[in-house]
């Protein structure tokens, strides 16, 4: 799947069918739906769920949490805009 092709399945009610777990967060919160994208991205344990935790947190504007998050990934919190967080994370996991 290229980018496009995810931004442009956020116009769907379904996610793409058998996209991975962390880029099925991402395009759940890509659709607005924070707490189901959270719900999955605490479940998994790695840098990159770390990585989508700590975002979430600082778009809820927890930032003592997000900053925690950011640690446990490897990461600082970026200056970036949410958005463009957003879009680096998806063309990560892509």
Known sequence: MHFDSFIASLKNEQPPEGIPP?????WYDGKGDWEK?????????????????????????????????????????PTCSLEKEWEELVLKLL
């Open 37 to 77: 994208s959270h719900e999955i991205a605490q479940d998994i344990h790695s840098k990159e769920a770390a990585h989508i935790h700590a975002y979430l947190h600082r778009k809820e504007g927890d930032i003592w949490n997000a900053d925690y998050w950011y640690r446990r990934a490897g990461a600082t919190r």
């Open 22 to 26: 962390l880029l099925l967060s991402l």
